[in-house]
Structure formats: structure tokens, C-alpha cells
């Protein structure tokens, strides 16, 4: 992976969240991340059903 494929990989992060903030402003259901903000590991897809529109992993929260 180059810089150009992290840089896409991060715009596409950042579009991601600014839509999954416009949806929560709107009262719309929202998905849950698949990677952590913080850390980048993989939130666990029963944290992601529990706790709908997670950003965090437990460890993180």
C-alpha cells in the first residue's frame, strides 16, 4: 500500500463519518464502524448489533 492508497483509504474514512454525523443530526439509524477510531482494530460485529452507530471498541470507549 503507497501513500496515495492511504490518503483514498483516509478520504474515504472521512466521508464515511461525516455521512454516518449528518445521519445521526437527522434522527436516521446509523451503521456502526467497522474499525475503531482510535486504536484501528476491528469493533466485534455483536458490539456492532448491541450498540448501533458504535465509533469504538470496548477497550477504547
Known amino acids: 500500500m503507497d501513500d496515495g492508497d ?3 483509504e483516509w478520504q474515504q474514512r ?3 463519518d461525516a455521512l454516518a454525523d449528518h445521519q445521526r ?3 436516521h439509524p446509523v451503521a456502526s464502524r467497522v474499525d475503531c477510531e ?3 482494530e ?3 460485529l455483536a458490539r ?3 450498540v448501533p452507530g458504535c465509533r469504538f ?3 477504547c470507549q
Request: aromatic content about 0%; charged content about 30%.
Open 48 to 50: 456492532r448489533r448491541v
Open 14 to 16: 472521512q466521508i464515511a
Open 42 to 44: 476491528e469493533i466485534p
Open 25 to 27: 443530526t437527522q434522527g
Open 57 to 59: 471498541c470496548v477497550d
Open 6 to 8: 492511504r490518503a483514498s
Open 38 to 40: 482510535e486504536c484501528g
